[in-house]
């Protein structure tokens, strides 16, 4: 549906009805429109050449298992990648406890939104080696893969990572 909006017609789109769904106030719906409008008026961020490139599940396995895989507590990272699979930034979240991570979906889209990132993936720890998806874990994916529809932000993998095993959870 929203494949067919010009920019004036996504930008009017009813986000209120569809965002508040996933308990967003109207004025942080404003706030995402706006900044959304203007990230569209401003150039695109410049593409650092030497910037990680992670274009298949693969690179980004490890990657990912070099970062979390064998510490002793949960932590979550959200890469952040242009449209050319080039990393812009890298965010880690832990609260230093060794099976839960609070993160909450709104700072994850406000920040893809502010760095123009079209895509992201997210991906936490399970230090206990067990990389079964909790029902909080598939919850947050989903949560996450419908913010970022409505936004036009992929989220290209929800994974998680044990020192020698990975789970990709399929949304």
């Known amino acids: 549906m929203l494949e067919h909006l010009t920019l004036d017609g ?9 965002l508040k769904h996933h308990r967003l106030s109207e004025r942080e719906i404003d706030r995402l429109k706006a900044v959304k409008k203007l990230i569209k008026r401003s150039p695109p961020p410049s593409i650092n050449p030497s910037s990680e490139i992670l274009s298949c599940h693969s690179q980004v396995v490890k990657y990912l298992k070099a970062e979390i895989g064998s510490l002793r507590n949960e932590c979550m990272v959200i890469l952040y990648l ?16 060794p099976n839960f991570v609070a993160i909450e979906a709104r700072k994850i889209m406000r920040t893809a939104i502010l760095l123009g990132a079209p895509q992201m993936i997210i991906a936490h720890n399970h230090p206990s080696g067990d990389t079964t998806p909790s029902k909080a874990d598939l919850s947050f994916s989903l949560t996450l893969k419908q913010l970022g529809n409505e936004l036009d932000i992929t989220l290209l993998y929800s994974l998680i990572i044990a020192s020698d095993t990975i789970t990709t959870i399929q949304i």
């Open 10 to 18: 996504l930008l009017a789109f009813p986000w209120a009805a569809s």
């Open 82 to 97: 242009n449209a050319r699979f080039g990393l812009l930034h890298e965010e880690v979240t832990t609260n230093h406890r």
